[in-house]
């Protein structure tokens, strides 16, 4: 059964396991005690220690172990702000940060610097966002939904230029490689490289102005509170280690694999937008999104087929949004599929996604009434305009995505060219997928209004 | 090799390990996933909370998993406080909590509460510390260093009848039992009932106040932001259990074990003090404190011995300062060992510790050329005293602890009786140890008095 979502969580590394074990008989007691038990966990932090600074490319006393990715990133935007808080309050973070970074970040004075549709940053436009009261900038390795890689060796330099440390959140390229380039913070997360939960590490490079906000606590250099959880935290390093030893080969091999995976997909499935950066990109991740279809319906039902995914649309949100991620890209959010491959997929696991898939997404659409791709602007014979001036009003409101979209898909046709369709949705996934439709569909966008009930989305017909 | 250091550290529990190596392969998935990896984890976690709901005795929806017991105290502080931040910034706090209260309780303004010899507060005390702008009051079920049971269920009905929520630090009992009484907020830490390192419980009875300070994340109610440490949270629900089902019976074998140590000590070994109280204790904990010796020194001879303890002397902490329990009870220092029996502790191994403690204490007096015991104040034939006021100066400047006290020593029946000895010390531990020595001696400990450097401290001869 393929598990394809290793962007949320990797399946445990054969080394995490082998070297969790040895340490739980050697490594539970405490490395600040000075007695035999206290010592030898003391010597498997310190290795543990080594062996991440030696992957990450930092020096051992820059690393601090934390309990997890999103604790270490929570702790590093926290401590650079505290530590140039004579700078000012000012945050510069691209808009498809992880939403760790996104909610440390609250407090602040925040810009969001935008991305392309690739969802990539301008290493310019980021640039220009820094100020004079400027205290952190942050820029992810690699983006956790889409795979785009990010320019951070470019921004890194101008935010040198401009004395600004920057964090980058390595949480989803550690696995690959270090991170290039004069960053000056970094975090990461085991258990999406193979490791165990439980370990996240936080970097920050000697020079970096850092004032730990968490109460005060002797461990991991003051830098992240509580008891060591050490057995992890030798798994981690020994995982890291054994994943690095793998990723050269294993990345050619995956990306292979994803690669026909972004060609495959839109042959075989119709109305489908891959998104991300097609080169710069993670090597196993890839992201798709489907037209018509309900993304919780499509992960149950690939989950039936025996497929793990995970989605951005809205409807498998707790809070009913899309995600930011391809908000910020103007993509289709609606039918969203990440595929993350863990190490070892082989291809015929590839070969049978391939094959389930177009079965899921007509089975999900037949279910919906979607209309079938591309038939929806013929001109239906019998097409009336409620009014003269030709217009169509659809009224979606209390319907979830896909809904509002496909109901505007199903009468495109009954408006002459040039007719205004207005569709009242109060669904917060219609702001994003009304504008996609019309893109992939050549139909001309013509803006949103407030409306009594939700908002008005306005849709001309071009063809 | 007995390993006698429990309350640092409990070695892992059987079932621990065997839960988490189950848990492993079935639980590391994202729980929040709907696919079958993720579901599989969920129903594991939320096996898990009911599991150590039950254990405490609260509901599992009031009950979060945090990385530690330390991180789990610090929201607890903060997340208490700020949800009572318009009732005020006070704090009422015993003088013996754990650091980790201690520390997240700096940034208010905070009343401690003292405690007798014996390391118990008074509930009366207690009480009358609450003010009308009291946000929080934090009392530990037991001490973590002389094993002393607190008054926290009369302290939580005196809280409840002036309307302020009780934080319980339950990490050194809760391996034993539930907390009883009408407590808010209660916090304790896995690996010391056998559990892994990783694993903290977060408990916020319903209708208590509270507003997590940490960035928003969905996992554990808001109330831990990260990925869930699921493997770990898996053994240490399991663990708890079985280690509740071994209570009764291991409490009262390992009481037995405590009260042989408790007795034999003082007698094996001149001139030293059991701390803590002798009843309401923990059933496997128990502290000493010898004259003359350094703890340190100590340590690291019973290490050699064979024995794995922890001392709160100040020459093994890293700021040179003695424990601050040790300090707030007004007991002796140096010298000091906390022994805390791991289940299963058997009575050859004690019988082989009293065995060896007393040649471990005379060689580290020896060494330190520290008086034979109560020869002390012996009338030496040609003492003459400096001046003729019959007083004496010790220079113990940049000598740290016990040396003070061993140079006091040395000249006491150097002066006749009522004649005055000023021990001029920069060292901390001197300001507890110097009293504590002349109540042991029964001479007058006549206060102390800042110097030009360092303090002076002044003893009447008396005996």
């Not at 080594?50 to 930092?58: I, K, N, P, S």
């Not at 942050?138 to 401009?162: D, F, I, K, M, Y």
Request: aromatic share 4%; glycine share 8%; proline share 7%.
């Amino acid at each position: 059964m393929p598990y394809f979502d290793t962007a949320s969580a990797a399946p445990l590394h054969p080394v995490a396991r082998q070297a969790l074990l040895a340490a739980l008989d050697e490594g539970w007691a405490d490395p600040a005690r000075l007695y035999r038990e206290g010592r030898r966990a003391r010597l498997l932090l310190d290795a543990a220690r080594e062996a991440a600074a030696q992957a990450v490319g930092c020096r051992p006393d820059e690393l601090a172990f934390t309990p997890s990715g999103t604790r270490a990133l929570h702790s590093a935007v926290a401590g650079a702000a505290a530590g140039r808080r004579r700078t000012g309050r000012h945050l510069v973070l691209s808009a498809v940060e992880h939403s760790a970074v996104l909610h440390a970040a609250e407090p602040y004075d925040t810009t969001s610097v935008g991305v392309d549709r690739a969802g990539r940053v301008d290493p310019g436009v980021f640039a220009a966002a820094l100020r004079p009261d400027t205290a952190l900038a942050a820029l992810q390795s690699a983006n956790h939904e889409v795979g785009t890689v990010q320019p951070v060796a470019e921004v890194a330099e101008a935010c040198r230029a401009a004395g600004v440390p920057l964090l980058v959140d390595a949480a989803q390229s550690l696995a690959w490689g270090p991170v290039a380039g004069r960053w000056s913070l970094l975090a990461g997360s085991a258990h999406k490289w193979g490791g165990p939960p439980g370990v996240g590490l936080l970097v920050v490079r000697k020079g970096t102005r850092y004032a730990p906000q968490e109460p005060a606590d002797e461990r991991e250099s003051g830098r992240s509170p509580g008891f060591e959880n050490l057995p992890a935290i030798v798994a981690a390093a020994a995982s890291l280690r054994a994943v690095r030893a793998e990723a050269a080969a294993e990345a050619a091999r995956l990306s292979a694999l994803v690669d026909r995976i972004r060609v495959r997909v839109p042959q075989l499935v119709p109305d489908v937008e891959v998104v991300g950066h097609d080169r710069l990109r993670l090597p196993h991740l890839v992201t798709f999104s489907c037209l018509y279809v309900d993304g919780e319906a499509l992960l149950t039902g690939l989950d039936r087929a025996g497929f793990s995914v995970s989605s951005g649309s809205s409807c498998t949100s707790s809070t009913l949004t899309p995600s930011h991620v391809l908000k910020a890209m103007g993509v289709l959010s609606e039918g969203n599929v990440r595929v993350s491959l863990p190490a070892g997929t082989s291809e015929e696991e590839v070969t049978r996604f391939l094959a389930a898939l177009p079965e899921v997404v007509a089975e999900v659409r037949g279910r919906l009434g979607a209309p079938s791709s591309g038939t929806e602007a013929a001109p239906v014979a019998d097409a009336v305009p409620v009014e003269p001036g030709a217009d169509l009003l659809v009224d979606s409101l209390g319907k979830r995505c896909p809904i509002p979209v496909i109901e505007l898909a199903k009468v495109i046709g009954d408006v002459p060219v040039g007719g205004l369709i207005t569709v009242l949705s109060d669904d917060e996934a219609a702001r994003l997928d009304i504008p996609a439709w019309c893109a992939m569909r050549d139909q001309e966008y013509a803006g949103e209004r407030p409306a009594e009930r939700g908002t008005a989305y306005l849709v001309r017909r071009r063809v």
